[in-house]
Protein backbone atom coordinates (compact mmCIF):
# COMPACT_ATOMS: atom_id res chain seq x y z
CA UNK A 1 0.00 0.00 0.00
CA UNK A 2 0.93 3.54 -0.39
CA UNK A 3 2.61 4.55 3.45
CA UNK A 4 5.30 6.75 2.83
CA UNK A 5 5.71 10.39 1.66
CA UNK A 6 9.02 10.90 -0.73
CA UNK A 7 12.57 12.54 -0.29
CA UNK A 8 14.03 13.27 -3.18
CA UNK A 9 18.14 13.87 -3.54
CA UNK A 10 19.27 15.30 -6.64
CA UNK A 11 22.64 15.62 -8.87
CA UNK A 12 23.70 12.57 -6.30
CA UNK A 13 27.32 11.78 -7.78
CA UNK A 14 29.26 8.27 -6.98
CA UNK A 15 32.47 7.17 -7.64
CA UNK A 16 32.97 4.10 -9.63
CA UNK A 17 36.33 1.68 -9.82
CA UNK A 18 38.28 4.23 -12.07
CA UNK A 19 37.51 7.24 -10.85
CA UNK A 20 34.80 8.76 -13.00
CA UNK A 21 31.59 10.05 -11.48
CA UNK A 22 28.19 9.33 -12.43
CA UNK A 23 25.04 11.41 -11.58
CA UNK A 24 21.55 10.50 -10.49
CA UNK A 25 18.54 11.59 -8.81
CA UNK A 26 17.29 9.65 -5.95
CA UNK A 27 13.63 9.05 -4.61
CA UNK A 28 13.52 7.53 -1.19
CA UNK A 29 10.48 6.92 1.69
CA UNK A 30 10.80 9.39 4.46
CA UNK A 31 11.67 7.09 7.06
CA UNK A 32 14.36 6.17 8.50
CA UNK A 33 14.11 2.70 7.52
CA UNK A 34 15.79 0.20 5.32
CA UNK A 35 14.44 -0.41 1.93
CA UNK A 36 15.16 -2.49 -1.17
CA UNK A 37 16.87 -0.29 -3.84
CA UNK A 38 15.26 -0.27 -7.30
CA UNK A 39 17.58 1.34 -10.14
CA UNK A 40 17.30 2.28 -13.95
CA UNK A 41 20.33 3.32 -15.56
CA UNK A 42 20.63 4.98 -18.90
CA UNK A 43 21.77 7.41 -21.83
CA UNK A 44 18.86 9.39 -21.57
CA UNK A 45 17.76 13.40 -20.26
CA UNK A 46 17.40 12.00 -16.44
CA UNK A 47 14.76 15.66 -15.46
CA UNK A 48 12.52 13.91 -18.37
CA UNK A 49 11.93 10.40 -17.08
CA UNK A 50 8.75 10.90 -14.22
CA UNK A 51 8.08 14.56 -14.46
CA UNK A 52 4.52 15.51 -13.27
CA UNK A 53 2.70 15.44 -16.38
CA UNK A 54 -0.04 13.66 -17.57
CA UNK A 55 0.44 10.35 -19.49
CA UNK A 56 0.06 10.07 -22.90
CA UNK A 57 0.30 7.13 -25.51
CA UNK A 58 3.69 6.41 -26.94
CA UNK A 59 5.18 9.49 -29.22
CA UNK A 60 8.83 10.01 -30.25
CA UNK A 61 9.22 12.92 -28.07
CA UNK A 62 8.35 11.07 -24.97
CA UNK A 63 10.17 8.01 -26.53
CA UNK A 64 12.92 7.98 -23.79
CA UNK A 65 10.64 7.86 -20.83
CA UNK A 66 10.99 4.60 -19.70
CA UNK A 67 12.58 4.59 -15.99
CA UNK A 68 8.87 4.10 -14.68
CA UNK A 69 7.03 6.24 -11.93
CA UNK A 70 9.76 6.95 -9.29
CA UNK A 71 7.01 8.24 -6.96
CA UNK A 72 4.95 5.09 -7.46
CA UNK A 73 8.12 2.80 -6.12
CA UNK A 74 8.60 5.13 -2.95
CA UNK A 75 5.24 5.50 -1.66
CA UNK A 76 5.43 1.95 -1.56
CA UNK A 77 8.66 1.42 0.27
CA UNK A 78 11.55 1.55 -2.43
CA UNK A 79 14.19 3.73 -2.89
CA UNK A 80 14.43 4.56 -6.65
CA UNK A 81 17.63 5.20 -7.81
CA UNK A 82 17.68 7.24 -12.07
CA UNK A 83 21.25 7.59 -13.12
CA UNK A 84 22.85 8.42 -16.22
CA UNK A 85 25.70 5.72 -17.65
CA UNK A 86 29.07 6.85 -18.39
CA UNK A 87 29.60 10.19 -20.65
CA UNK A 88 25.68 10.92 -20.76
CA UNK A 89 23.92 13.51 -19.06
CA UNK A 90 26.08 14.92 -15.93
CA UNK A 91 27.84 11.51 -15.98
CA UNK A 92 31.62 11.67 -16.27
CA UNK A 93 33.69 9.70 -19.06
CA UNK A 94 33.09 8.77 -22.66
CA UNK A 95 30.03 6.68 -23.94
CA UNK A 96 30.05 3.45 -23.98
CA UNK A 97 27.10 2.58 -25.98
CA UNK A 98 26.50 -0.10 -23.84
CA UNK A 99 29.48 -2.18 -24.29
CA UNK A 100 31.26 -3.90 -21.36
CA UNK A 101 32.85 -0.80 -19.42
CA UNK A 102 29.40 0.69 -19.23
CA UNK A 103 27.82 -2.93 -17.76
CA UNK A 104 31.04 -2.91 -15.12
CA UNK A 105 30.45 0.47 -13.83
CA UNK A 106 26.00 -0.19 -13.03
CA UNK A 107 27.63 -3.24 -11.37
CA UNK A 108 29.97 -0.71 -9.30
CA UNK A 109 27.12 1.40 -8.74
CA UNK A 110 24.84 -1.65 -7.32
CA UNK A 111 27.65 -2.14 -5.18
CA UNK A 112 27.24 1.81 -3.47
CA UNK A 113 23.43 1.38 -3.77
CA UNK A 114 23.86 -1.27 -1.27
CA UNK A 115 25.91 -0.07 1.08
CA UNK A 116 24.27 3.07 1.73
CA UNK A 117 22.50 3.93 5.10
CA UNK A 118 18.48 3.81 3.55
CA UNK A 119 19.49 0.61 2.15
CA UNK A 120 18.52 -2.79 3.01
CA UNK A 121 21.18 -4.08 0.56
CA UNK A 122 19.46 -5.74 -1.75
CA UNK A 123 18.90 -4.42 -5.38
CA UNK A 124 16.66 -4.94 -8.07
CA UNK A 125 16.47 -2.88 -11.94
CA UNK A 126 13.40 -1.64 -13.64
CA UNK A 127 12.53 0.01 -17.27
CA UNK A 128 12.04 -1.20 -20.79
CA UNK A 129 14.21 -0.57 -23.54
CA UNK A 130 17.37 0.52 -22.36
CA UNK A 131 16.73 0.76 -19.08
CA UNK A 132 16.18 -3.59 -20.15
CA UNK A 133 18.76 -3.76 -22.20
CA UNK A 134 21.25 -3.03 -19.92
CA UNK A 135 19.82 -4.50 -16.63
CA UNK A 136 19.56 -7.98 -18.45
CA UNK A 137 23.40 -7.22 -19.71
CA UNK A 138 24.07 -6.08 -15.50
CA UNK A 139 22.45 -9.48 -14.51
CA UNK A 140 24.65 -11.86 -16.71
CA UNK A 141 27.27 -10.09 -14.92
CA UNK A 142 25.37 -11.17 -11.73
CA UNK A 143 26.52 -8.36 -9.13
CA UNK A 144 26.12 -9.89 -5.36
CA UNK A 145 23.45 -7.34 -4.37
CA UNK A 146 21.21 -7.14 -7.27
CA UNK A 147 18.91 -10.03 -6.79
CA UNK A 148 15.92 -9.19 -9.27
CA UNK A 149 15.13 -7.50 -12.90
CA UNK A 150 11.76 -6.27 -14.18
CA UNK A 151 13.06 -6.32 -17.88
CA UNK A 152 10.28 -6.06 -20.65
CA UNK A 153 10.72 -4.56 -23.98
CA UNK A 154 14.57 -5.62 -24.38
CA UNK A 155 16.19 -6.26 -27.65
CA UNK A 156 19.17 -8.86 -27.33
CA UNK A 157 20.91 -8.97 -30.30
CA UNK A 158 22.00 -5.23 -31.29
CA UNK A 159 23.18 -6.26 -34.95
CA UNK A 160 20.16 -8.58 -35.72
CA UNK A 161 17.29 -6.71 -33.27
CA UNK A 162 18.18 -2.87 -33.62
CA UNK A 163 20.71 -1.77 -36.21
CA UNK A 164 20.93 -4.58 -38.79
CA UNK A 165 17.47 -6.43 -39.77
CA UNK A 166 18.54 -9.68 -42.16
CA UNK A 167 21.59 -7.76 -42.86
CA UNK A 168 20.07 -4.76 -43.94
CA UNK A 169 21.12 -1.38 -41.99
CA UNK A 170 18.80 -0.08 -40.41
CA UNK A 171 19.54 3.37 -41.28
CA UNK A 172 15.97 5.35 -40.35
CA UNK A 173 16.05 4.30 -36.86
CA UNK A 174 19.79 4.80 -36.07
CA UNK A 175 19.46 8.53 -37.42
CA UNK A 176 16.59 9.18 -35.08
CA UNK A 177 18.20 7.56 -31.90
CA UNK A 178 21.09 9.04 -31.42
CA UNK A 179 18.93 12.28 -31.22
CA UNK A 180 17.62 10.69 -27.96
CA UNK A 181 20.58 10.76 -26.00
CA UNK A 182 21.39 13.00 -23.76
CA UNK A 183 24.87 14.99 -24.45
CA UNK A 184 26.17 11.91 -25.05
CA UNK A 185 29.94 12.51 -24.51
CA UNK A 186 31.60 9.50 -27.60
CA UNK A 187 34.54 9.20 -29.49
CA UNK A 188 34.55 6.52 -32.14
CA UNK A 189 35.21 3.08 -30.73
CA UNK A 190 36.66 2.31 -34.62
CA UNK A 191 38.85 4.30 -34.25
CA UNK A 192 40.08 3.87 -30.77
CA UNK A 193 40.78 -0.12 -31.97
CA UNK A 194 42.27 0.82 -34.45
CA UNK A 195 43.73 3.76 -35.06
CA UNK A 196 43.40 6.83 -36.80
CA UNK A 197 44.45 6.03 -40.10
CA UNK A 198 42.87 2.91 -40.49
CA UNK A 199 39.67 4.76 -39.67
CA UNK A 200 39.91 7.33 -42.46
CA UNK A 201 40.46 4.15 -44.84
CA UNK A 202 37.74 2.27 -44.01
CA UNK A 203 35.22 5.89 -43.89
CA UNK A 204 36.76 6.46 -47.48
CA UNK A 205 36.07 2.68 -48.68
CA UNK A 206 32.67 2.68 -47.27
CA UNK A 207 32.00 6.32 -48.97
CA UNK A 208 32.09 4.57 -52.47
CA UNK A 209 29.29 2.32 -51.40
CA UNK A 210 26.44 3.83 -53.32
CA UNK A 211 24.02 2.13 -51.15
CA UNK A 212 25.27 4.14 -47.89
CA UNK A 213 25.67 7.35 -49.90
CA UNK A 214 22.75 7.37 -51.21
CA UNK A 215 20.94 8.15 -47.54
CA UNK A 216 22.01 11.98 -46.94
CA UNK A 217 21.82 11.48 -43.19
CA UNK A 218 24.57 8.64 -43.55
CA UNK A 219 26.76 10.35 -46.21
CA UNK A 220 27.08 13.59 -44.08
CA UNK A 221 27.91 11.41 -41.20
CA UNK A 222 30.62 9.86 -42.85
CA UNK A 223 31.69 12.93 -44.10
CA UNK A 224 31.72 15.15 -41.01
CA UNK A 225 32.62 12.10 -38.77
CA UNK A 226 34.07 14.33 -35.50
CA UNK A 227 30.32 16.27 -35.99
CA UNK A 228 28.07 16.27 -32.88
CA UNK A 229 27.43 12.40 -32.67
CA UNK A 230 28.31 11.64 -36.33
CA UNK A 231 30.85 9.21 -34.47
CA UNK A 232 27.51 6.55 -33.32
CA UNK A 233 26.76 6.37 -37.01
CA UNK A 234 29.94 6.09 -38.31
CA UNK A 235 31.01 3.17 -36.22
CA UNK A 236 27.50 1.50 -36.94
CA UNK A 237 27.83 1.98 -40.65
CA UNK A 238 31.26 0.24 -40.46
CA UNK A 239 30.28 -2.56 -38.45
CA UNK A 240 28.15 -4.20 -41.15
CA UNK A 241 28.84 -7.73 -40.55
CA UNK A 242 28.15 -9.50 -36.78
CA UNK A 243 31.54 -9.92 -35.31
CA UNK A 244 33.55 -8.72 -31.85
CA UNK A 245 32.14 -5.65 -31.79
CA UNK A 246 28.01 -6.31 -31.73
CA UNK A 247 28.87 -8.93 -29.56
CA UNK A 248 30.28 -6.94 -26.79
CA UNK A 249 27.35 -4.41 -26.97
CA UNK A 250 24.81 -7.55 -27.02
CA UNK A 251 23.36 -9.19 -24.32
CA UNK A 252 24.80 -12.52 -22.71
CA UNK A 253 21.80 -14.10 -20.97
CA UNK A 254 23.18 -17.85 -21.18
CA UNK A 255 25.44 -16.49 -18.92
CA UNK A 256 22.46 -15.16 -16.37
CA UNK A 257 20.51 -16.66 -13.19
CA UNK A 258 19.38 -13.85 -11.65
CA UNK A 259 15.33 -13.60 -11.91
CA UNK A 260 14.36 -11.74 -14.62
CA UNK A 261 10.42 -10.71 -16.02
CA UNK A 262 11.03 -10.31 -19.88
CA UNK A 263 8.52 -9.49 -22.24
CA UNK A 264 7.32 -6.92 -24.48
CA UNK A 265 4.45 -6.05 -27.36
CA UNK A 266 3.38 -7.58 -30.87
CA UNK A 267 3.32 -4.31 -32.48
CA UNK A 268 7.32 -3.47 -31.80
CA UNK A 269 8.72 -6.40 -34.08
CA UNK A 270 11.26 -4.33 -35.42
CA UNK A 271 12.87 -3.78 -32.07
CA UNK A 272 12.21 -5.48 -28.97
CA UNK A 273 9.72 -8.20 -29.93
CA UNK A 274 12.56 -11.05 -30.92
CA UNK A 275 14.28 -9.93 -28.20
CA UNK A 276 11.93 -11.52 -25.71
CA UNK A 277 12.32 -14.76 -27.69
CA UNK A 278 15.62 -15.25 -27.39
CA UNK A 279 16.00 -13.84 -23.99
CA UNK A 280 13.56 -16.54 -22.89
CA UNK A 281 15.31 -19.75 -24.64
CA UNK A 282 18.58 -18.35 -23.49
CA UNK A 283 17.96 -17.22 -19.64
CA UNK A 284 18.89 -19.49 -17.03
CA UNK A 285 17.01 -17.78 -14.06
CA UNK A 286 14.18 -18.24 -12.77
CA UNK A 287 12.01 -16.22 -15.24
CA UNK A 288 8.86 -15.13 -16.35
CA UNK A 289 7.42 -13.19 -19.88
CA UNK A 290 4.43 -11.36 -21.21
CA UNK A 291 3.70 -10.40 -24.75
CA UNK A 292 0.93 -7.89 -24.96
CA UNK A 293 -1.09 -5.94 -27.07
CA UNK A 294 0.65 -4.35 -30.37
CA UNK A 295 0.75 -0.64 -28.86
CA UNK A 296 4.35 1.00 -27.44
CA UNK A 297 3.76 1.33 -23.73
CA UNK A 298 2.26 4.95 -22.68
CA UNK A 299 4.78 7.59 -20.94
CA UNK A 300 5.91 7.22 -18.29
CA UNK A 301 5.82 3.49 -18.12
CA UNK A 302 3.06 2.36 -15.83
CA UNK A 303 0.74 -0.41 -16.87
CA UNK A 304 3.35 -2.36 -15.60
CA UNK A 305 3.98 -0.90 -12.42
CA UNK A 306 1.59 -3.36 -10.21
CA UNK A 307 3.35 -6.25 -11.90
CA UNK A 308 6.62 -5.09 -10.81
CA UNK A 309 5.31 -4.29 -7.27
CA UNK A 310 4.58 -8.40 -7.21
CA UNK A 311 7.90 -9.16 -8.58
CA UNK A 312 9.98 -7.19 -6.46
CA UNK A 313 7.81 -7.83 -3.39
CA UNK A 314 8.57 -11.61 -3.94
CA UNK A 315 12.34 -11.26 -4.68
CA UNK A 316 13.34 -8.13 -2.61
CA UNK A 317 11.16 -8.15 0.55
CA UNK A 318 10.39 -12.02 0.53
CA UNK A 319 6.71 -11.45 0.02
CA UNK A 320 5.04 -14.79 -1.24
CA UNK A 321 2.53 -12.59 -3.91
CA UNK A 322 1.69 -15.72 -5.98
CA UNK A 323 3.59 -14.64 -8.73
CA UNK A 324 5.71 -17.50 -9.22
CA UNK A 325 3.12 -20.02 -9.08
CA UNK A 326 0.99 -18.72 -12.49
CA UNK A 327 1.87 -20.03 -15.58
CA UNK A 328 5.28 -18.43 -16.84
CA UNK A 329 4.33 -16.84 -20.45
CA UNK A 330 1.17 -14.99 -21.04
CA UNK A 331 0.58 -13.69 -24.39
CA UNK A 332 -2.64 -11.01 -25.75
CA UNK A 333 -4.59 -12.69 -28.62
CA UNK A 334 -6.03 -10.07 -31.19
CA UNK A 335 -8.89 -9.01 -31.85
CA UNK A 336 -10.51 -10.58 -29.05
CA UNK A 337 -8.86 -8.93 -26.34
CA UNK A 338 -8.05 -12.43 -24.51
CA UNK A 339 -4.87 -13.77 -22.99
CA UNK A 340 -3.44 -16.96 -23.13
CA UNK A 341 -0.81 -18.75 -20.66
CA UNK A 342 2.03 -21.28 -21.71
CA UNK A 343 4.51 -23.10 -20.43
CA UNK A 344 7.32 -22.85 -23.22
CA UNK A 345 8.18 -20.67 -26.11
CA UNK A 346 7.70 -21.69 -29.16
CA UNK A 347 4.03 -22.59 -27.70
CA UNK A 348 3.94 -26.05 -27.03
CA UNK A 349 0.26 -26.47 -28.28
CA UNK A 350 1.31 -24.75 -31.83
CA UNK A 351 0.58 -27.22 -34.81
CA UNK A 352 3.21 -26.17 -37.56
CA UNK A 353 1.42 -25.62 -40.72
CA UNK A 354 2.90 -25.38 -44.12
CA UNK A 355 1.47 -22.62 -46.67
CA UNK A 356 3.08 -22.77 -50.16
CA UNK A 357 3.41 -20.05 -52.98
CA UNK A 358 1.24 -20.41 -56.17
CA UNK A 359 0.84 -18.73 -59.48
CA UNK A 360 -1.77 -16.39 -59.67
CA UNK A 361 -0.77 -15.05 -56.31
CA UNK A 362 -2.36 -18.34 -53.91
CA UNK A 363 -1.01 -18.72 -50.61
CA UNK A 364 -2.19 -22.60 -50.15
CA UNK A 365 -1.59 -25.58 -48.02
CA UNK A 366 -1.69 -27.23 -51.05
CA UNK A 367 1.70 -28.57 -52.44
CA UNK A 368 2.96 -27.13 -55.54
CA UNK A 369 1.59 -28.59 -59.11
CA UNK A 370 3.76 -29.02 -62.21
CA UNK A 371 4.52 -26.78 -64.15
CA UNK A 372 3.82 -23.47 -62.17
CA UNK A 373 6.75 -22.27 -63.28
CA UNK A 374 7.70 -18.59 -61.56
CA UNK A 375 6.82 -15.38 -60.64
CA UNK A 376 8.95 -11.91 -61.21
CA UNK A 377 8.73 -8.24 -60.24
CA UNK A 378 11.43 -5.68 -61.14
CA UNK A 379 13.07 -3.56 -58.24
CA UNK A 380 15.69 -0.87 -59.30
CA UNK A 381 16.24 3.18 -57.88
CA UNK A 382 13.10 4.14 -60.17
CA UNK A 383 10.70 1.09 -59.70
CA UNK A 384 10.06 -0.76 -56.52
CA UNK A 385 7.81 -3.68 -57.33
CA UNK A 386 6.50 -6.70 -55.20
CA UNK A 387 4.44 -9.77 -55.07
CA UNK A 388 1.43 -10.41 -53.18
CA UNK A 389 0.19 -14.00 -51.91
CA UNK A 390 -3.40 -14.75 -50.42
CA UNK A 391 -5.00 -17.35 -49.17
CA UNK A 392 -8.92 -17.88 -49.95
CA UNK A 393 -11.29 -16.62 -46.88
CA UNK A 394 -10.74 -18.49 -43.78
CA UNK A 395 -13.77 -20.62 -42.87
CA UNK A 396 -12.59 -21.65 -39.49
CA UNK A 397 -11.78 -19.54 -36.12
CA UNK A 398 -7.26 -20.02 -36.96
CA UNK A 399 -4.95 -18.79 -34.33
CA UNK A 400 -1.61 -17.59 -35.70
CA UNK A 401 0.37 -17.95 -32.44
CA UNK A 402 4.36 -18.11 -32.67
CA UNK A 403 7.52 -17.77 -35.38
CA UNK A 404 7.12 -18.30 -39.24
CA UNK A 405 9.68 -19.08 -42.12
CA UNK A 406 9.50 -17.83 -45.32
CA UNK A 407 11.40 -20.14 -47.36
CA UNK A 408 11.99 -18.40 -51.01
CA UNK A 409 13.87 -19.97 -54.22
CA UNK A 410 15.21 -16.58 -55.93
CA UNK A 411 17.19 -15.55 -58.80
CA UNK A 412 18.17 -12.23 -59.42
CA UNK A 413 19.88 -10.40 -62.41
CA UNK A 414 21.63 -8.62 -59.55
CA UNK A 415 24.57 -9.33 -56.97
CA UNK A 416 22.74 -8.74 -54.10
CA UNK A 417 18.55 -8.41 -53.29
CA UNK A 418 17.17 -7.16 -50.19
CA UNK A 419 14.15 -9.16 -49.22
CA UNK A 420 11.24 -7.16 -46.80
CA UNK A 421 8.68 -9.88 -45.71
CA UNK A 422 4.89 -8.48 -44.65
CA UNK A 423 3.03 -10.66 -42.83
CA UNK A 424 -0.76 -9.12 -43.55
CA UNK A 425 -3.98 -10.02 -42.34
CA UNK A 426 -6.89 -9.44 -44.53
CA UNK A 427 -10.19 -9.16 -42.40
CA UNK A 428 -13.89 -9.30 -44.30
CA UNK A 429 -13.97 -5.61 -45.78
CA UNK A 430 -10.91 -6.04 -47.11
CA UNK A 431 -8.90 -4.01 -45.26
CA UNK A 432 -4.97 -5.03 -44.84
CA UNK A 433 -3.70 -5.29 -41.39
CA UNK A 434 0.62 -5.67 -40.81
CA UNK A 435 1.54 -8.04 -38.12
CA UNK A 436 4.69 -8.56 -38.48
CA UNK A 437 8.00 -8.84 -40.95
CA UNK A 438 10.78 -10.57 -41.58
CA UNK A 439 14.15 -9.19 -43.49
CA UNK A 440 17.07 -10.99 -45.62
CA UNK A 441 19.93 -9.74 -47.33
CA UNK A 442 20.30 -12.50 -50.48
CA UNK A 443 24.39 -12.00 -50.38
CA UNK A 444 24.07 -12.75 -46.48
CA UNK A 445 21.49 -15.84 -46.13
CA UNK A 446 24.78 -18.55 -44.76
CA UNK A 447 23.13 -19.99 -42.08
CA UNK A 448 24.51 -20.48 -38.33
CA UNK A 449 24.86 -24.15 -37.13
CA UNK A 450 22.74 -23.58 -34.05
CA UNK A 451 19.15 -22.56 -36.20
CA UNK A 452 15.81 -24.24 -35.56
CA UNK A 453 13.82 -24.89 -37.85
CA UNK A 454 10.85 -22.72 -36.90
CA UNK A 455 14.44 -20.11 -36.05
CA UNK A 456 16.64 -19.74 -39.42
CA UNK A 457 19.78 -17.76 -37.70
CA UNK A 458 21.79 -16.05 -40.29
CA UNK A 459 25.42 -15.80 -39.39
CA UNK A 460 26.03 -12.17 -41.01
CA UNK A 461 29.70 -12.71 -41.36
CA UNK A 462 30.32 -11.67 -45.18
CA UNK A 463 28.72 -11.08 -47.77
CA UNK A 464 28.74 -13.85 -51.12
CA UNK A 465 28.19 -11.59 -53.96
CA UNK A 466 24.92 -13.35 -56.18
CA UNK A 467 25.58 -15.19 -59.14
CA UNK A 468 22.90 -13.66 -61.93
CA UNK A 469 20.84 -16.52 -62.72
CA UNK A 470 21.56 -18.52 -60.01
CA UNK A 471 18.67 -19.92 -58.01
CA UNK A 472 19.19 -19.41 -54.05
CA UNK A 473 17.59 -21.04 -51.13
CA UNK A 474 16.66 -18.23 -48.39
CA UNK A 475 15.15 -19.16 -45.36
CA UNK A 476 13.65 -16.17 -43.70
CA UNK A 477 12.74 -15.85 -40.37
CA UNK A 478 9.89 -13.91 -39.37
CA UNK A 479 9.32 -12.40 -36.23
CA UNK A 480 6.53 -14.07 -34.33
CA UNK A 481 3.18 -12.58 -33.95
CA UNK A 482 -0.80 -13.51 -32.51
CA UNK A 483 -3.55 -12.65 -34.31
CA UNK A 484 -7.13 -14.79 -34.36
Not at 250 to 276: M, R, V
Not at 300 to 306: A, G, M, R, T
Not at 309 to 319: A, M, P, V
Request: charged content about 25%; some cysteine; proline content about 7%.
Amino acid sequence: ERKYEIMVDRDVKVRIADGTHLDGDVFRPDSGEKFPVILGAHAYNKNLQSPPMLPVGFTPMRGYMESGDSTFFARRGYVHAVFNVRGSGSSEGFYQLMGPQEVRDICDLIEWLAAQSWSSGVVGMFGVSYFARLAKAVAALGPGPLKAIFAPFAGTDDYRHRCYHGGILAHGFISHWRNSLHKPNYRSLYKEKHGEAAYKEAIALVLRDEEIVAQPGLREALQNPDAGTNALIVDFVLHPFDGPFWREHSAQDEKATIPAYLGACWGNYGLHLPGAFSAWKKWRGPKKMVIGPGVYLDRPVYQYQDESLRWFDYWLKGIDTGVMDEPPIRCFIAPTGEWKNFNDWPPPEARWTTFYLHKDGILSEHELWPAEGSDSFDESSFEHGALTYSTPLLVENTEVLGPSVLTLYVSTTDTDALMFITLFLIDRDGREHELTRGWLRASQHRLRDDSEPWEPIHAHEKREPLEPGRIYELKIPIVPTARL
